[in-house]
């Protein structure tokens, strides 16, 4: 069987020439000045590829057939003629890389199974015999075995004590030393079951490399063998560099004699209790981490949270205006955040919200590279397990490009998240829960879900209460319509004290101007101490509103109308808004002559106004309230 994902690296190199290295991964190549074209090389998506900008994307016949024609007929045929050997994955010598060494897995009898090819720049592969005196690079059919396996059998027939070892190479430098040792292929994480009947009654000594892949496989091979062999033990060899493996320790002057007295000091591994829940004994309560904040005194890091509100409330304002304070380090209303990644997952679509993106770096001096990522897609997280694996896949390989530790995933909203999930069914809303929960656990961060109340504010969240129940902290958002002012409120928040409101406004930004020179706008968060129910002349203006209601007053006055009736009250003089704004601009509503900088600081000026009930709007015409 063709092995496709494998064939993808070559394949794209071949048809779109060098990717963009500055946005290119190890598993993942981008193509194009803005790398809106993505070929997947590794990774749970490897052999796929996307086109940002066209919105499609496919395997590697469908790539061939997109760029050469002729269906995937023509894309197999193409492929055929292009590399001969395409029952699996080619050789690219124009990639640079040489084979430096090969490590043959025969099985008991000295027959070869397959070999793993090591190749510099240091790389890994591995291919079979085809049966006509090549080689076919992939491992389909083949059985797994030990590596030396013959070699393997005899020492433990003889009652010797075997090593496992992470890699061929520190192998091959203890079998040179006369220790028997063995390893499986693929390195860390890659122990096949199928090993165990070879080690029944063996004395077992497992050496990992010095990282947290290397333990994790350590005891993944311990917990295997324990119920066959005689016996097994775990050494951590002493003074490893990170990274280190037994080659580094015998390298800075380690023996074979000083191995065997650390192999004798070490005791026999025993599997860790398995109980379901977390547990904390007597007299270690102290050796718990102490509780860190990813919000201090809010949002637990690590945590999951909630903030809810009827529609129309400015929740994705609110969380957005979060996510990038996390992203940018920066205190949020107040509170020390923890700086670090954020992973935006927005099912109500990526139009409005990259415009709330731009709006913010436009207001509050967004700064380029900070680690903020926006999925604009909805995941089903009910239905089954598919969606919350590929969100978890995805999120890594986001975060892998991010230089700081992810501290963030936003769900946005529970109703695009819920699949054909029911809402007001608590067992639906725990399934969504649970999935939240294994993002959550697996990704090591804090987990956010946007969630709508009903009309009735008094019932709190739409639909079951079980999110409620589940989460660590939730913010309920109220928007007070005599003033505009939001207001959030924390309905619950485990381990924080008691945490006053805090209110925000919306604050109008200016992007730029569409084909009919009407102004593009969005709305970014504006903390604000205003009581949410002020009456009319106790509004605190902003000196630019203050100057926009003076020019107001001015442009009345000299060129002031009667009511032109609809909306507008019979009793006041209204102007229209293009000369109102004029007039703004001659009083100096904007410290810079810049037409953007004008045209923002007017339309701010504006919103406060009316917001503060001191102006009434209607189609084009302004006037004074009185």
Not at 400 to 410: G, S, Y
Request: aromatic share 6%; with cysteine; net charge negative.
């Amino acid at each position: 069987m063709t092995d496709f994902p494998d064939l993808m690296g070559a394949v794209a190199g071949r048809l779109l020439g060098e990717p963009n290295r500055g946005m290119s991964s190890k598993d993942e190549l981008r193509f194009g000045t803005h790398g809106s074209l993505s070929v997947k090389v590794g990774g749970p998506h490897k052999g796929t590829w996307t086109d940002h900008e066209a919105g499609e994307g496919g395997g590697v016949l469908d790539l061939i057939a997109r760029l050469k024609g002729g269906g995937r007929e023509g894309a197999l045929s193409w492929l055929k003629q292009t590399f001969p050997d395409f029952a699996g994955r080619p050789e690219a010598p124009s990639s640079g890389r040489r084979i430096t060494s090969t490590y043959p897995y025969v099985d008991e009898a000295g027959t070869l199974l397959f070999e793993v090819v090591r190749y510099e720049p240091k790389e890994f592969r591995q291919r079979r015999p085809d049966g006509a005196g090549g080689f076919a690079w992939n491992l389909q059919g083949v059985r797994p075995v030990p590596y030396h396996l013959p070699e393997l059998i005899e020492a433990i027939g003889s009652e010797r004590t075997v090593f496992i070892v992470e890699g061929e190479k520190d192998v091959d430098r203890l079998r040179q030393l006369n220790v028997p040792a063995t390893c499986n292929a693929g390195g860390a994480g890659k122990w096949k079951l199928d090993f165990v009947e070879h080690f029944v009654g063996a004395d077992v000594v497992i050496v990992p490399d010095n990282d947290d892949p290397g333990r994790e496989h350590a005891e993944k091979v311990a917990r295997a063998l324990h119920p066959v062999a005689a016996r097994v033990r775990v050494l951590t060899l002493p003074n490893l560099p990170r990274k280190g493996d037994v080659s580094d320790w015998l390298q800075a002057g380690g023996t074979v004699d000083e191995l065997h007295r650390l192999v004798e000091a070490t005791l026999d591994w025993r599997p860790a209790a398995t109980t379901r829940l977390p547990a904390v004994w007597w007299g270690d309560e102290d050796k718990q981490p102490p509780l860190s904040w990813l919000v201090k005194g809010l949002l637990i890091e690590g945590g999951f949270s909630t903030v809810y509100g009827p529609p129309g409330t400015s929740k994705s304002f609110l969380v957005l205006d979060l996510a990038l304070h996390v992203a940018h380090g920066r205190d949020w209303f107040g509170r020390r955040v923890a700086t670090g990644g954020v992973v935006y997952v927005s099912g109500e679509g990526g139009s409005g919200m990259r415009m709330r993106m731009k709006a913010w770096r436009q207001e509050k001096a967004g700064e380029d590279g900070k680690p903020f990522v926006l999925i604009p897609s909805s995941v089903n997280l009910y239905d089954d397990e598919e969606g919350v694996e590929t969100l978890i896949a995805d999120v890594k390989d986001h975060h892998a490009r991010m230089r700081e530790p992810l501290r963030l995933v936003v769900l946005d909203t529970l109703s695009r998240m819920i699949g054909s999930g029911d809402e007001d069914k608590a067992r639906d809303i725990n399934v969504v829960v649970q999935k939240a929960e294994r993002i959550q656990r697996e990704l090591g961060c804090h987990v956010l879900v946007v969630h709508h109340s009903g009309k009735d504010r008094d019932r709190g969240a739409r639909g079951s209460n079980a999110l409620l129940g589940a989460v660590d902290a939730a913010i309920e958002i109220i928007r007070h319509d005599e003033t505009g002012v939001c207001e959030g409120k924390i309905a619950k928040v485990k381990d924080g004290g008691d945490i006053a409101p805090f209110k925000y406004e919306l604050l109008q930004s200016v992007l730029g101007t569409d084909e009919d020179g009407d102004d593009i706008t969005s709305c970014v968060i504006a903390p604000t101490d205003a009581s949410t129910g002020e009456a009319k002349g106790t509004t605190r203006l902003t000196d630019t509103a203050r100057i926009a209601l003076d020019a107001l007053t001015m442009a009345l006055t000299e060129e002031g109308q009667p009511s032109p009736g609809g909306q507008v009250p019979n009793s006041v003089r209204v102007v229209a808004i293009d000369r109102w704004r004029e007039y703004a601009y001659r009083r100096g509503v904007s410290p810079s002559e810049e037409p953007d900088a004008k045209r923002q600081a007017f339309h701010r000026a504006r919103q406060k106004l009316q917001t503060s009930r001191l102006i009434g709007i209607w189609g084009d015409w302004v006037w004074m309230i009185q």
